[in-house]
C-alpha cells in the first residue's frame, strides 16, 4: 500500500488506505470531512498507526490538546510494525502535539534528507502559523522559501506543494509567481481553501482588491463552513469590503462567519480574525461596536489560559478598546515578564503592542508612535502573514493621521516597495 506520493503505508487494508489518503488531502487543502476519513480509515484498520497520528495532528490544530496527546501515543504504541519512514514520520508529530516544536522542526529537516515527498510531515513546517512561522525569528519568511525551494524538483506539479511554495514566495513580495502557483494549484483542486487563500494573497499583496472581491464572490459560495480556514477567508473578504467602503457588507461576513459562536474554525483564528477585524474597521473611521468585543474578549478568557504566539499581539487590542486597564496593564506584565526571561518566541513584542494600543484609545498618538516606529520590523517575530500585521502598521498610519503627520504616513508606505495593498485608514490616502 502506498500513499499519493508513494510511500509505504503499513496497512493491509485498501479501504484504510484510500480513506487515510482523503483525510491527509483533505487536511493539505483544509478541506471539511478530515476527521470523517480518518475515522473510516481506523475502523477499516484499528491498528493504522499513521492514521492515529493524522488524528492527533488533526485535534492539535483545532487545540484539543488531551484528544491530541492521546492519538499520538496510540500512534507511537503501534509503530512497532511500521516502516522507519512511518516511525519517524509519528515521532515528528508526537514531538508536534508534545509541545517540542523546535524539536520536531530538527528532525522534520533531517527526514525530509531521505523521504522529501513525505507531504503531511512537511507541512507542519510549513505556512505562517507552522513550525517555522511561530519561530520568533525575524528572518523566519526567508529562512521557510529557502526551505521549501530545494524541494520543489521533488513535487513537480503537485497542487499542494504549489500551494505552499506560492505562499512563501508571495510573503517575499514574489506576488506574480505565487498568483500563477496559486491559480494552477486550483486548476488541479478547485475546493482547495488553502489554494483560494493563498491566491486571495497574491491578490491583496498587488493590490488587487476589485479582482480578489470578485474572485471570492464566485469561491465562497461553494465553500464548506466546516473548513479550518472558513473563518479565515471569510475575514479577508470582509477586510476587502472595508477597503472598498462597503461596511455593512464587511460586518455581515463577519458576523455571521468569524465571530465566536458562528464558526466552528480553530480558537486562534477566531480570536485573531475577530479583534483585528474589530479594530481595523474603527482605523477606517467605523464605529466601535462594544458588544461585539465583549463577545470577543470572553471567547479569549474562555479558550486562552496562557499566554500563546499570536494571540499576545492581539489581545491588549479587547481590554484597551474596553477601558479595563487593570487587565491591560496584567496582560502587559505578564507578556513583558515571560518575554524577557526568553518564554515567548516573539520575546517582548506582544507587551510592546499592547502598550501601543493601549496608547491609542487613550489618544497618545506620540506614544504610539514612539511604540510602533521602532517595533515594525520587528513585528514578524509574532507570526502571521504580512496581510495579518497590516494590523500594526495601520495603526502606525492612523497615529500618524491623527498626530497630523501624513507626509511621514505616506513616506513609510513608499519605502515599502515589494507591496502594494490597500491601507483602509481614515483621513490617509497614499497620493
Same mark, same amino acid.
Given at each position: 500500500?502506498?500513499?499519493?506520493?508513494?510511500? @509505504?503505508?503499513?496497512?493491509?487494508?485498501?479501504?484504510?488506505?484510500?480513506?487515510?489518503? @482523503?483525510?491527509?488531502?483533505? /487536511?493539505?487543502?483544509?478541506?471539511?470531512?478530515?476527521?470523517?476519513?480518518?475515522?473510516?480509515?481506523?475502523?477499516?484498520?484499528?491498528?493504522?498507526?499513521?492514521?492515529? !497520528?493524522?488524528?492527533?495532528?488533526?485535534?492539535?490544530?483545532?487545540?484539543?490538546?488531551?484528544?491530541?496527546?492521546?492519538?499520538?501515543?496510540?500512534?507511537?504504541?503501534?509503530?512497532?510494525?511500521?516502516? !522507519?519512514?512511518?516511525?519517524?514520520?509519528?515521532?515528528?508529530?508526537?514531538?508536534?502535539?508534545?509541545?517540542?516544536?523546535?524539536?520536531?522542526?530538527?528532525?522534520?529537516?533531517?527526514?525530509?534528507?531521505?523521504?522529501? %515527498?513525505?507531504?503531511?510531515? =512537511?507541512?507542519?513546517?510549513?505556512?505562517?502559523?507552522?513550525?517555522?512561522?511561530?519561530?520568533?525569528?525575524?528572518? $523566519?519568511?526567508?529562512?521557510?522559501?529557502?526551505?521549501?525551494?530545494?524541494?520543489?524538483?521533488?513535487?513537480?506539479?503537485?497542487?499542494?506543494?504549489?500551494?505552499?511554495?506560492?505562499?512563501?514566495?508571495?510573503?517575499? +513580495?514574489?506576488?506574480?509567481?505565487?498568483? $500563477? /502557483?496559486?491559480? %494552477?494549484?486550483?486548476?488541479?483542486?478547485?475546493?482547495?481553501?488553502?489554494?483560494?487563500?493563498?491566491?486571495?494573497?497574491?491578490?491583496?499583496? !498587488?493590490?488587487?482588491?476589485?479582482?480578489?472581491?470578485?474572485?471570492?464572490?464566485?469561491?465562497?459560495?461553494?465553500?464548506?463552513?466546516?473548513?479550518?480556514?472558513?473563518?479565515?477567508?471569510?475575514?479577508?473578504?470582509?477586510?476587502?469590503?472595508?477597503? !472598498?467602503? #462597503?461596511?455593512?457588507?464587511?460586518?455581515?461576513?463577519?458576523?455571521?462567519?468569524?465571530?465566536?459562536?458562528?464558526?466552528?474554525?480553530?480558537?486562534?483564528?477566531?480570536?485573531?480574525?475577530?479583534?483585528?477585524?474589530?479594530?481595523?474597521?474603527?482605523?477606517?473611521?467605523?464605529?466601535?461596536?462594544?458588544?461585539?468585543?465583549?463577545?470577543?474578549?470572553?471567547?479569549?478568557?474562555?479558550?486562552?489560559?496562557?499566554?500563546?504566539?499570536?494571540?499576545?499581539?492581539?489581545?491588549?487590542?479587547?481590554?484597551?478598546?474596553?477601558?479595563?486597564?487593570?487587565? =491591560?496593564?496584567?496582560?502587559?506584565?505578564?507578556?513583558?515578564? =515571560?518575554?524577557?526571561?526568553?518564554?515567548?518566541?516573539?520575546?517582548?513584542?506582544?507587551?510592546?503592542?499592547? $502598550?501601543?494600543?493601549?496608547?491609542?484609545?487613550? @489618544?497618545?498618538?506620540?506614544?504610539?508612535? #514612539?511604540?510602533?516606529?521602532?517595533?515594525?520590523?520587528?513585528?514578524?517575530?509574532? +507570526?502571521?502573514?504580512?496581510?495579518? $500585521?497590516?494590523?500594526?502598521?495601520?495603526?502606525?498610519?492612523?497615529?500618524?493621521?491623527?498626530?497630523?503627520?501624513? #507626509?511621514?504616513?505616506?513616506?513609510?508606505? @513608499?519605502?515599502?516597495?515589494? %507591496?502594494?495593498?490597500?491601507?483602509?485608514?481614515? +483621513?490617509?490616502?497614499?497620493?
Amino acid at each position: 500500500m502506498q500513499d499519493r506520493y508513494g510511500l @509505504e503505508l503499513s496497512t493491509s487494508s485498501a479501504a484504510a488506505r484510500d480513506a487515510y489518503v @482523503e483525510g491527509i488531502d483533505q /487536511m493539505l487543502s483544509a478541506e471539511a470531512g478530515v476527521e470523517d476519513s480518518l475515522a473510516e480509515a481506523l475502523e477499516a484498520d484499528p491498528n493504522f498507526a499513521l492514521a492515529h !497520528a493524522a488524528l492527533a495532528r488533526q485535534h492539535q490544530v483545532y487545540a484539543r490538546v488531551p484528544e491530541a496527546q492521546a492519538a499520538a501515543a496510540t500512534a507511537v504504541e503501534l509503530r512497532g510494525g511500521t516502516t !522507519a519512514r512511518e516511525q519517524r514520520h509519528i515521532e515528528i508529530i508526537d514531538l508536534l502535539v508534545t509541545g517540542k516544536v523546535p524539536q520536531a522542526l530538527e528532525l522534520i529537516g533531517r527526514h525530509l534528507d531521505d523521504h522529501p %515527498r513525505d507531504a503531511f510531515a =512537511l507541512a507542519p513546517a510549513c505556512g505562517v502559523f507552522g513550525a517555522i512561522g511561530f519561530s520568533g525569528r525575524i528572518d $523566519r519568511e526567508a529562512e521557510l522559501l529557502r526551505f521549501l525551494e530545494p524541494l520543489a524538483t521533488h513535487y513537480g506539479d503537485d497542487w499542494w506543494f504549489a500551494t505552499v511554495h506560492a505562499f512563501a514566495l508571495i510573503e517575499q +513580495g514574489q506576488w506574480d509567481r505565487g498568483r $500563477r /502557483m496559486a491559480e %494552477r494549484s486550483l486548476e488541479q483542486r478547485p475546493a482547495s481553501a488553502h489554494g483560494a487563500h493563498t491566491l486571495t494573497h497574491a491578490l491583496l499583496e !498587488a493590490g488587487a482588491d476589485n479582482e480578489a472581491i470578485g474572485f471570492l464572490d464566485g469561491w465562497i459560495a461553494d465553500s464548506d463552513r466546516a473548513s479550518v480556514l472558513h473563518c479565515h477567508i471569510w475575514w479577508h473578504y470582509a477586510l476587502l469590503h472595508i477597503a !472598498a467602503g #462597503d461596511d455593512e457588507a464587511a460586518r455581515q461576513a463577519v458576523r455571521e462567519n468569524c465571530f465566536p459562536g458562528a464558526t466552528t474554525s480553530p480558537p486562534i483564528t477566531v480570536f485573531s480574525d475577530s479583534s483585528s477585524f474589530l479594530w481595523r474597521s474603527e482605523l477606517a473611521g467605523n464605529a466601535r461596536d462594544v458588544d461585539a468585543w465583549e463577545r470577543v474578549r470572553e471567547f479569549y478568557e474562555a479558550k486562552f489560559p496562557r499566554p500563546i504566539v499570536f494571540v499576545d499581539a492581539h489581545v491588549g487590542l479587547v481590554y484597551a478598546v474596553l477601558g479595563q486597564t487593570e487587565q =491591560l496593564q496584567a496582560c502587559i506584565a505578564e507578556l513583558q515578564e =515571560l518575554g524577557e526571561g526568553g518564554l515567548l518566541p516573539a520575546g517582548t513584542t506582544g507587551a510592546t503592542l499592547a $502598550r501601543a494600543y493601549g496608547a491609542f484609545v487613550d @489618544e497618545r498618538w506620540s506614544a504610539v508612535i #514612539d511604540l510602533l516606529e521602532p517595533l515594525i520590523p520587528q513585528v514578524v517575530r509574532i +507570526g502571521g502573514s504580512r496581510a495579518q $500585521r497590516d494590523l500594526m502598521t495601520n495603526t502606525l498610519l492612523a497615529a500618524y493621521v491623527k498626530s497630523g503627520r501624513i #507626509d511621514e504616513a505616506r513616506a513609510f508606505c @513608499e519605502r515599502v516597495v515589494d %507591496r502594494r495593498p490597500t491601507h483602509p485608514v481614515a +483621513g490617509f490616502e497614499l497620493c
